[in-house]
């Protein structure tokens, strides 16, 4: 059993940067890949970012390639989303997501564990 928190959440401008942490109970992160999707308002939850057991392999959405960088450190429990040049478009509540699966990193139907999200919303 894993359980996950995000935070980091808030307003800011366009063009500005924001950085969200998903932190972890349990002492078998490291046995987990770890995924940020986001969900706004009337659209289906969709794919971030995604990242390996060990921090090796990144994957990204088109949408966000480029701007988005996941990361973890497996010593704290934590992976984290640093997000630059938001755009208005990135307003949605973003969740940290918990895997077993090796590959298959985009598909939400392959975590076995959620955060209960947090909201971040980019003004123009």
């Known amino acids: 059993q894993v359980q996950l928190v995000e935070s980091g959440g808030g307003l800011v401008q366009a063009g500005g940067s924001l950085k969200l942490s998903c932190a972890a109970s349990?002492?078998?992160?490291?046995?987990?890949?770890m995924g940020w999707f986001r969900q706004a308002p009337g659209k289906e939850r969709e794919f971030v970012a995604a990242?390996?057991?060990?921090?090796?392999?990144?994957y990204y959405a088109d949408s966000v390639k480029g701007r988005f960088t996941i990361s973890r450190d497996n010593a704290k429990n934590t992976v984290y989303l640093q997000m630059h040049s938001l755009k208005p478009e990135d307003t949605a509540v973003y969740y940290c997501a918990a895997t077993h699966h090796y590959g298959g990193y985009e598909s939400l139907d392959n975590y076995d564990y959620w955060g209960q999200g947090t909201q971040v919303t980019v003004s123009s």
């Open positions: 349990g002492r078998t992160f490291s046995s987990y890949a």
């Open positions: 990242i390996s057991r060990s921090g090796a392999r990144t």
